[in-house]
């Protein structure tokens, strides 16, 4: 597998552009080892890496992300040790943190001297990571649809339709606890592709975190965005995003003036 990702890395123009495509191979390799054992009749891909994966948004993305959908013989911790068992199969050298949080699950996945055999300089001691996560009470109204993965291996993946990520994205653009460069930067691709969010879905999310029914609609949304963008810290937005930029002129689209221009 090793010598795999290696081919796959041709072309690659720096360490930084390994790095983010030698994660991408292994996020795809997860997602191959769910489709195996048959753990996407339970949770749906979602997040930017979703993106980047199902769709080609053309930034990376470190963590996987997923929301439960069906409860029945979900057990997260025979998904993760499932996960390691067969990355060690693999041939990777690996160990695992889980945490398990009131609704959220996630597991750190550490690979021990991957750089080193993959040629990338890096520390001596620097272990490539790649985080997992499964919201376990997701927000109600999402739509989950199967999408084919050609790319690297040959899966179906179960994912929420774009309208949904669409809304998912919108709540983490403007309820996290801090600004993330990604949600942003995936805004814009969102608005980009002319996509409505699911209003239902975004409703309930807000209700969930918050604890109020803000009643948005698919007319008044985008009201909602403009007076929301005004407070965002945009310098901040594309220090955050830049390393995952497969093209760094893209960053001059994460401008406040023209976002504002694009939702009116």
């Given at each position: 597998?090793i010598?795999?990702?290696?081919?796959?890395l041709?072309?690659?123009?720096?360490?930084?552009e390994?790095?983010?495509?030698?994660?991408?191979?292994?996020?795809?390799?997860?997602?191959?080892?769910?489709f195996?054992r048959?753990?996407?009749?339970?949770?749906?891909?979602t997040?930017?890496t979703?993106?980047r994966?199902?769709y080609g948004?053309?930034?990376?993305?470190?963590d996987?992300d997923?929301s439960?959908?069906?409860?029945k013989?979900?057990?997260f911790?025979?998904?993760s040790?499932?996960?390691?068992f067969?990355?060690?199969?693999?041939?990777f050298?690996?160990?695992?943190?889980?945490?398990?949080e009131?609704t959220?699950s996630?597991?750190?996945?550490k690979?021990?001297?991957?750089?080193?055999?993959?040629?990338?300089?890096?520390?001596?001691?620097?272990?490539?990571?790649?985080?997992?996560?499964?919201?376990?009470?997701p927000?109600?109204?999402?739509?989950?649809?199967?999408m084919p993965?050609?790319?690297?291996?040959i899966?179906?993946?179960?994912?929420?339709?774009l309208?949904?990520?669409?809304?998912?994205?919108?709540?983490?653009?403007?309820?996290?606890?801090?600004?993330?460069g990604r949600?942003?930067?995936?805004?814009?691709?969102?608005?980009?592709?002319?996509?409505?969010?699911?209003?239902?879905?975004l409703?309930?999310?807000?209700?969930?975190?918050?604890k109020?029914?803000?009643?948005?609609?698919?007319?008044?949304y985008?009201?909602?965005?403009?007076?929301?963008?005004?407070?965002?810290?945009?310098?901040?937005?594309r220090?955050?995003?830049?390393?995952f930029?497969?093209d760094?002129?893209?960053?001059?689209l994460?401008?406040?003036?023209?976002?504002?221009?694009m939702?009116?």
């Amino acid at each position: 597998m090793i010598e795999i990702i290696k081919q796959s890395l041709q072309g690659s123009k720096g360490s930084e552009e390994k790095v983010n495509r030698a994660r991408e191979f292994l996020q795809v390799l997860m997602l191959k080892i769910f489709f195996d054992r048959g753990y996407f009749e339970n949770i749906a891909f979602t997040g930017g890496t979703a993106l980047r994966i199902l769709y080609g948004m053309r930034r990376y993305s470190e963590d996987l992300d997923f929301s439960l959908v069906k409860k029945k013989n979900y057990d997260f911790k025979r998904i993760s040790g499932d996960l390691l068992f067969e990355l060690v199969k693999n041939g990777f050298k690996v160990e695992e943190k889980i945490r398990t949080e009131k609704t959220v699950s996630s597991v750190l996945v550490k690979f021990s001297g991957l750089y080193g055999r993959l040629g990338i300089p890096a520390q001596i001691e620097e272990k490539f990571l790649v985080k997992l996560e499964v919201d376990s009470n997701p927000p109600k109204g999402g739509k989950s649809v199967i999408m084919p993965l050609t790319d690297r291996f040959i899966l179906a993946v179960n994912t929420f339709d774009l309208p949904s990520l669409f809304a998912t994205k919108l709540h983490a653009c403007f309820f996290r606890k801090y600004t993330k460069g990604r949600d942003l930067y995936d805004l814009v691709w969102y608005l980009g592709k002319r996509i409505t969010p699911n209003i239902t879905l975004l409703n309930n999310a807000i209700i969930q975190t918050e604890k109020k029914d803000m009643k948005l609609t698919g007319k008044t949304y985008k009201e909602f965005l403009i007076e929301k963008l005004k407070k965002v810290d945009f310098p901040a937005v594309r220090k955050d995003v830049a390393v995952f930029l497969e093209d760094k002129n893209e960053l001059k689209l994460l401008d406040k003036k023209l976002i504002l221009k694009m939702l009116e």
